[in-house]
């Protein structure tokens, strides 16, 4: 009996475990330590029209239990990975689900269309600047958001997850992107942080400020995916700290599908493959398969 | 442009590996460890650097090696933030895992030698002097700290290796008072036909280069980025070059001084 | 030369470290240990007009670094307080900053109004549901809150401080505000979070959800100290995970006047004092007053 | 309603004092560590606790001491979440720091005395039998458990004072098939005039309190809540009284059974 097994808008995953966009680039760096194929699926870095220089550095920074990111979505464009990285993953025989970003909603559609013959899913990353939204994130606008899902549903047949922020109000959004056709949502992206180097007493980051994520943030992410499961019939793709299978069980009762492993990797690279392990270990002791605990702390108010 | 071909050696892959700390002493405001990695087959070069876990911190620290002798790999850590803050209190016994061998090593080169270093930049530039004593090369020393602190560090390190070191401090309560560059300047300016090396604070290896460069000597960095993964998949450590954007933990952390944009 | 003095709303301090109201107490529990005067001040557990029983427990849970409360607001209401515990904190010559909340902004300017003789600033708690706003925090209502704080500002002469929550916006709610006259803000209070309890597959917490605090969410909390400075001339005082001097600069760094320490307290009950003593020690060290430290960050764009 | 005057004796003040591991070992799934606390000047009492710190967790953990003598604390710790699995696994030698003494103590029987306890429960009992047995008391102990497990617990905690122990294991694998209170109603059904003590899981205690008061019995159950502060400063151990609410970390957590709102 495969305990770990799920099914998710029509692709079979042989377990939940997937790497969280941009954790984990696209998978090279990591393929001589285990198979590809034994993840979930690689979520891919985030992937943009153009190639994208990024931030200055400093770009990363740690803060207790969690970590700043400003890397300024980096990227060598999305011709340069249908080329070289994307055929090589399915190569491994992965599942690959590619996250998707940019300026304005036919860019996100642009790449989505070029990525799509490689893809087992499409993650669009609304947490990027809306160039012509004055800068605010498509994640907090409802309408901007909506947009770029529409035209992404219309440039590819794959199933599209909608990737939200935490850091505003998410069910206007996702109410949103249901109308828009989304298929499915995945959550946390960091949250807005910053640290003081006291030394030159500025902020650390060439950025200033960056995405806070690890641990720490767990608890954030997991309330929220417990809120969006009571508003949504999508399935739902949970991240934010999971370092451990017990993490990633809180996701499944809060009411994720599946689950990513993001900053757990920078510590331990065999982070997704222990959690994999792990949970295969817990639901044999706790007994049930994933998808039984998959929303199973959600009892009638 | 790829890096020419003596920064880039075949590289054996790195492994996630276990790694005790066998020994811990003070060396003034530094520490000594040393990590038995019994299971660490492949060799460090001086200025590759392994990616150490310390409990209770999410992220690895990026630390490169003083030595490498059998399964014994010694490092010089620096108390700077909360990480190795705590590292340098960890008792012997205390496991750890550190993924290794990682970033390209310090070429060898064809004459002598000049190493600037300050803090813990001793620590791969010892070990690169080791290197070339044993490769017949003549090896100049400039060692530069705010004050007498780094005595003991110099003296574990170099004095080993029957070098001479030549200190610099700034408040002149050891050696002379100054910036170690001056040193490198008064030798190149003799008309010492050396090789620069330098591992330190990013003005110290920039005034290096800048030296090496005016003297048309080659010359070499170590390139200190924040990291987070230590081995390209997370492209925290960029660094801008003459060929583009690079990345220090698989591109670098060594750097040829004319190739980076100072 | 006192470098930890500072004047904040024409209060003088003698340094800039508060406790974090429902941290404390009313400071009873502590005075054993150091004279209450040692700090900067005592901020109290939120008063209402009536007492409140609070939460079901568990109230509290730990996460990485942090913690979840759901304590529900219990308190004995505004008279118990001004009978038995206000008049001992001030003969114990300690500063007192007093949190008040309520029902609607009538509840609030009562209890203003009652404890205001014993206090020294009046701290507003606009996280508490807005019964008669659809239970939406009155934080999140900038409409709302600015009438809780003409309410108050109308009933005590004391300086008023907003308190603001990190769960939404905060700029809209500081702009309104600002025009309703308040004096300074704080900021942060909790943000939500949730914790599963695999044995039960339920939230841990009686109440399910609960707020975050501790390092985990300090550079949440320096971020939004810094986006208020960059937008308000009144006076902030910061807190969120706050545990050492370190910290506190940082929070200076970023704009904050006062800091709080709160869930430190429950790891060191000295947290507060050793927090000020290593805050004597690192301006000894790092040279400058506190006062030279607030909001040094700040670079032109 | 005050509580009773013996569960409220004029209470030494609490302090933070350092807590150092002296002795560490298992007990089946359970671990006995043993904290020397030379600054502790007041007696904990049986029932009373401490507020331990764990390195890498924001807040402390409560614990009941099983025996104080002279400088030497003994805790009974059974891993549960994150907190305890790291606190068990904590090497000899390792310096904490506890806030005690904290909480009210069980009243010493005036009668014969029955003690119902499961898992690490049986740590506040044992010493509480010490006492009852040193006043000349009558202790009938009835201990429950999934299975075999806490054999060396009992054996360690309660056979070092001379008294058996009636043992009753769910899977029937030590002792009795069935669950400890289950001794508690024989002994009071056939007329036993016993004062009943009982710590471990909430449905057992409100098992054996509503035993003791069907019998007429005094009880006394040590309320294990959800705490931070453990000094009554933060609000999170509300328990419900027929007094009203009260916190059990300063009211409690010693609960007269008739008090608690089952
Ligand atoms: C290739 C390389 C070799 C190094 N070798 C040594 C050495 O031998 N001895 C020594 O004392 N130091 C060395 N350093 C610097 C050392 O890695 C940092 O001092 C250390 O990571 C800081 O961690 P922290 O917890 O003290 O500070 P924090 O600021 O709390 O560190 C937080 C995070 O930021 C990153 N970071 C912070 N500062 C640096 C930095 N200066 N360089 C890289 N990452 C940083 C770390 O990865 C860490 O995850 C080296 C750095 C690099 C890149
Ligand atoms: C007065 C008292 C005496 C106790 N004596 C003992 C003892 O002698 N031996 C023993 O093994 N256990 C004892 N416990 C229970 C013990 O405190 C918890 O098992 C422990 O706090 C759980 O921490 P954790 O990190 O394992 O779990 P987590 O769930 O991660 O704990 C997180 C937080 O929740 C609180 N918490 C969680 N569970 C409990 C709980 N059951 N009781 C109180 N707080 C909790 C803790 O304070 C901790 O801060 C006692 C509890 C109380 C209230
Ligand atoms: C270094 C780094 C880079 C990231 N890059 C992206 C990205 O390109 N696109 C994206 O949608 N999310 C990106 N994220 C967010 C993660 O995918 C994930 O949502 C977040 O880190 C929370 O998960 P974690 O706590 O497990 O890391 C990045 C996170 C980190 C730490
Ligand atoms: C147990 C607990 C109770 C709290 N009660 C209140 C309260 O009554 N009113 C309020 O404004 N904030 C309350 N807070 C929030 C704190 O005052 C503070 O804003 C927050 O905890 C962040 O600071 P910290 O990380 O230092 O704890 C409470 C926090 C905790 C942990
Ligand atoms: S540290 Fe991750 S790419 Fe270099
Ligand atoms: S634990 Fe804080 S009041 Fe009881």
């Known amino acids: 009996m495969n305990r770990l097994e799920v099914d998710f808008l029509g692709v079979r995953f042989p377990n939940p475990v997937v790497t969280a966009s941009g954790t984990f680039n696209f998978g090279r760096e990591y393929a001589h330590l285990y198979p590809l194929r034994r993840l979930g699926a690689v979520t891919t870095k985030g992937v943009s029209p153009r190639p994208i220089a990024g931030a200055p550095t400093p770009r990363i920074t740690e803060t207790p239990m969690g970590m700043l990111n400003a890397i300024g979505l980096e990227n060598k464009g999305v011709d340069a990975y249908v080329a070289d990285e994307l055929p090589w993953l399915k190569a491994q025989g992965a599942r690959v689900i590619v996250n998707v970003f940019g300026d304005e909603a036919a860019d996100f559609a642009h790449v989505a269309r070029k990525v799509g013959p490689y893809a087992d899913l499409i993650e669009v990353n609304l947490s990027c600047p809306n160039v012509h939204g004055g800068r605010l994130p498509f994640a907090h606008d409802p309408a901007a958001a909506a947009e770029v899902v529409r035209r992404v549903k219309g440039a590819t047949d794959r199933p599209v997850l909608a990737k939200l922020s935490p850091n505003g109000p998410i069910l206007p959004v996702a109410e949103a992107l249901e109308a828009a056709g989304v298929d499915g949502f995945s959550l946390i992206n960091t949250l807005l942080g910053m640290r003081m180097d006291l030394e030159r007493k500025r902020p650390v980051l060439g950025n200033r400020q960056g995405g806070l994520s690890g641990p720490a943030v767990k608890p954030v992410a997991v309330r929220l995916v417990y809120e969006l499961y009571r508003h949504t019939d999508r399935p739902i793709l949970g991240m934010g700290g999971i370092a451990s299978a017990e993490d990633a069980l809180e996701f499944a009762l809060a009411g994720a599908r599946l689950v990513a492993v993001g900053t757990a990797t920078f510590g331990d690279p065999y982070a997704p493959v222990k959690v994999i392990e792990g949970l295969e270990r817990e639901l044999e002791a706790r007994g049930g398969r994933w998808v039984d605990w998959v929303g199973a702390a959600h009892t009638p108010d | ?262």
Chains 1, 3 share one sequence.
Not at chain 2, 98 to 111: K, T, V, Y
Not at chain 2, 159 to 177: A, H, I, N
Request: with cysteine; glycine share 12%; charged share 15%.
């Open chain 2, 1 to 262: 442009m790829p890096a020419s071909p003596e920064l880039a050696p075949p590289r054996p892959r790195w492994d996630d590996h276990a790694a005790t700390i066998v020994a811990s002493e003070p060396l003034g405001p530094h520490q000594r460890l040393v990590l038995a990695m019994p299971t660490l087959e492949a060799r460090f070069g001086p200025g590759q650097f392994l990616n150490l876990s310390v409990p209770g911190h999410v992220l690895r620290r990026p630390l490169a090696p003083s030595r490498h002798e059998g399964t014994e790999v010694e490092l010089i850590v620096t108390p700077f933030g909360p990480g190795t803050r705590d590292l340098v209190r960890l008792p012997v016994g205390t496991r750890l895992q550190a993924l290794a061998p990682l970033g390209n090593s310090f070429p060898i080169s064809s004459g002598d030698a000049a190493l600037v270093g300050a803090g813990a930049g001793a620590a791969p530039l010892a070990w690169l002097a080791e290197r070339l004593l044993r490769a017949g090369r003549t090896v100049h020393v400039f060692h530069g700290a705010p004050s007498a602190e780094d005595r003991t560090l110099v003296q574990t390190l170099y004095e080993r290796l029957g070098l001479e070191v030549r200190y610099f401090s700034e408040d002149g309560s050891l050696g002379r008072r100054g910036y170690p560059t001056e040193g490198l300047a008064e030798l190149l300016a003799g008309g010492a036909v050396a090789t620069v090396y330098s591992v330190g604070p990013f003005a110290l290896m920039r005034a290096a280069a800048q030296l090496a460069i005016a003297h048309g000597r080659p010359g070499y960095v170590s390139l200190d980025v924040h990291m987070a993964c230590g081995v390209g998949a997370c492209l925290s450590c960029a660094v801008q070059t003459a060929a583009g954007q690079k990345h220090a933990c698989v591109d670098g952390p060594v750097f040829e001084v004319q190739e980076v944009v100072w």
